[in-house]
Nanobody, 114 residues
Framework: QVQLVESGGGLVQPGGSLRLSCAASGFTFGSYAMRWGRQAPGKERELVAWIDSTGGSTNYADSVKGRFTASRDNAKNTVYLQMNSLKPEDTAVYFC???????WGQGTQVTVSS
């Protein structure tokens, strides 16, 4: 069965950086696009990044464009989200998603605060 396990969240000061990882199993990872989403308290889940199966094409929400970068290592069945210039409004639980299967991970908390 499809499993997605995120890691790398934590507490960071405004302007700082974090790199999230999502380890995937249970499907042929290198054949499918992946997405990152986030959900802040009291808000709807927001999709922030999409990456195609090869990693050659990405797309981002306007709120993170120019600051976040999605990448993947198909040999390691892992997708990443590099987050730079973090802002307090980036505070949320971040999830990875395999849209083809409708699967989400359990999430990792990112808190941006001084």
């Amino acid at each position: 069965q499809v499993q997605l396990v995120e890691s790398g969240g934590g507490l960071v000061q405004p302007g700082g950086s974090l790199r999230l990882s999502c380890a995937a199993s249970g499907f042929t990872f290198g054949s499918y696009a992946m997405r990152w989403g986030r959900q802040a308290p009291g808000k709807e889940r927001e999709l922030v990044a999409w990456i195609d199966s090869t990693g050659g094409s990405t797309n981002y929400a306007d709120s993170v464009k120019g600051r976040f970068t999605a990448s993947r290592d198909n040999a390691k069945n892992t997708v990443y989200l590099q987050m730079n210039s973090l802002k307090p409004e980036d505070t949320a639980v971040y999830f990875c998603n395999a849209p083809r299967f409708g699967s989400w991970g359990q999430g990792t908390q990112v808190t941006v605060s001084s």
